[in-house]
């Protein structure tokens, strides 16, 4: 029986993209809930904003007139992520706690300089143990390894940062913002990544990717807002899991990486699209590794329920 966690209700909850995969400067289509990277530097349209196969978000939760600043995840290049979070004008210092969804370089390989560019120290790193598995890679047959880049505890120790490592849920920011911890896979379809290995004591296994997971907060007379990283455990399982741990049942909006991009999980693309719409979200905004073809069905089968995410994108979630 899965243990119940006491996540409190908040205000308002902004999700500020550092590093997606897409970027367009000519949007134009901010409302209440989006605002996008505003191209204008001194007078001039010279504000670039870096698009990369990388995620990074810094969360603000607000209750009463308490807030909390997070950052999830630090992108792929060394650069992507800090360049954006000075070209925006973000005040890092506002930073508590950092969070890692999990230990693939697409979401810590700038993990150096964004902990370099946060002025507090000694702040919390929470992460699965998982996420220093190493050596991973990609196995293509016999012959063919892709090695995944690892992040490690010796680097973590060397920013001067706390390393706090989990695999059960963890509740962040004074408690408005659940880590999830490891996530059940139940559903019959989400198999998790098939050419995924790593050697432990020399012995290959295949990678479950168990430390991949999510944020959640619960938004006052809305439901759930779920933030995930790559969703290797799959996306639908995860908010079965959030739903489960937070025991609330409503579900306002779901953000983030599901991992439906290429041959391996486009089958699974229209199948996953329906089983959200089960749970009957307000907003649905894939992101990062959703992938073109899962961006587009979701789109269409979701109507104005659709965000689109960019980098430097800010989304607004409020409470009734």
Same mark, same amino acid.
């Given at each position: 029986?899965?243990?119940?966690?006491?996540?409190?209700?908040?205000?308002?909850?902004?999700?500020?993209?550092?590093?997606?995969?897409?970027?367009?400067?000519?949007?134009?289509?901010?409302?209440?809930?989006?605002?996008?990277?505003?191209?204008?530097?001194?007078?001039?349209?010279?504000?670039?904003?870096?698009?990369?196969?990388?995620?990074? @978000? &810094?969360? +603000?939760?607000?209750?009463?007139?308490? #807030? $909390?600043?997070?950052? !999830?995840?630090?992108?792929?290049?060394?650069?992507?992520?800090?360049?954006?979070?000075?070209?925006?004008?973000?005040?890092?210092?506002?930073?508590?706690?950092?969070?890692?969804?999990?230990?693939?370089?697409?979401?810590?390989?700038?993990?150096?300089?964004?902990?370099? @560019? &946060?002025? +507090?120290?000694?702040?919390?790193?929470? #992460? $699965?143990?998982?996420? !220093?598995?190493?050596?991973?890679?990609?196995?293509?047959?016999?012959?063919?390894?892709?090695?995944?880049?690892?992040?490690?505890?010796?680097?973590?120790?060397?920013?001067?940062?706390?390393?706090?490592?989990?695999?059960?849920?963890?509740?962040?920011?004074?408690?408005?913002? &659940?880590?999830?911890?490891?996530?059940?896979?139940? #559903?019959?379809?989400?198999?998790?990544?098939?050419?995924?290995?790593?050697?432990?004591?020399?012995?290959?296994?295949?990678?479950?990717?168990?430390?991949?997971?999510?944020?959640?907060?619960?938004?006052?007379?809305?439901?759930?807002?779920?933030?995930?990283?790559?969703?290797?455990?799959?996306?639908?399982?995860?908010?079965?899991?959030?739903?489960?741990?937070?025991?609330?049942?409503?579900?306002?909006?779901?953000?983030?990486?599901?991992?439906?991009?290429?041959?391996?999980?486009?089958?699974?693309?229209?199948?996953?699209?329906?089983?959200?719409?089960?749970?009957?979200?307000?907003?649905?905004?894939?992101?990062?590794?959703?992938?073109?073809?899962?961006?587009?069905?979701?789109?269409?089968?979701?109507?104005?329920?659709?965000?689109?995410?960019?980098?430097?994108?800010?989304?607004?979630?409020?409470?009734?």
């Amino acid at each position: 029986m899965t243990k119940s966690v006491p996540l409190k209700e908040i205000d308002k909850v902004e999700i500020l993209t550092l590093q997606d995969n897409y970027i367009d400067l000519t949007a134009m289509d901010n409302s209440e809930i989006v605002q996008r990277a505003m191209p204008m530097k001194d007078g001039q349209l010279r504000n670039s904003i870096l698009a990369e196969h990388g995620f990074s @978000a &810094l969360v +603000r939760t607000t209750a009463g007139d308490e #807030t $909390h600043t997070l950052l !999830f995840d630090t992108g792929f290049s060394e650069i992507g992520a800090a360049y954006n979070a000075k070209a925006l004008g973000v005040d890092l210092s506002q930073v508590e706690t950092v969070a890692l969804s999990h230990g693939h370089m697409d979401h810590t390989g700038g993990f150096a300089a964004m902990m370099e @560019a &946060l002025p +507090r120290k000694g702040l919390p790193i929470v #992460t $699965h143990p998982a996420a !220093f598995r190493s050596p991973r890679y990609l196995k293509f047959g016999e012959t063919t390894k892709i090695i995944l880049p690892s992040l490690t505890r010796e680097e973590v120790a060397a920013t001067g940062m706390k390393l706090e490592e989990t695999e059960s849920p963890m509740l962040l920011s004074g408690g408005h913002v &659940l880590f999830l911890g490891e996530i059940p896979r139940k #559903t019959d379809f989400e198999r998790g990544f098939p050419v995924a290995h790593y050697q432990e004591e020399g012995v290959e296994k295949w990678d479950p990717i168990e430390d991949d997971t999510s944020l959640v907060m619960n938004l006052g007379g809305r439901g759930l807002v779920v933030l995930s990283g790559c969703a290797h455990s799959g996306i639908v399982n995860t908010v079965i899991h959030a739903r489960e741990v937070t025991c609330v049942e409503k579900v306002h909006a779901i953000m983030g990486g599901f991992h439906l991009g290429g041959p391996l999980f486009e089958p699974i693309i229209e199948r996953t699209t329906e089983e959200l719409g089960k749970f009957n979200p307000d907003h649905i905004v894939p992101t990062h590794c959703t992938g073109r073809k899962a961006i587009a069905f979701m789109e269409q089968a979701m109507g104005d329920r659709f965000i689109l995410n960019m980098s430097g994108t800010k989304l607004t979630f409020s409470a009734r």
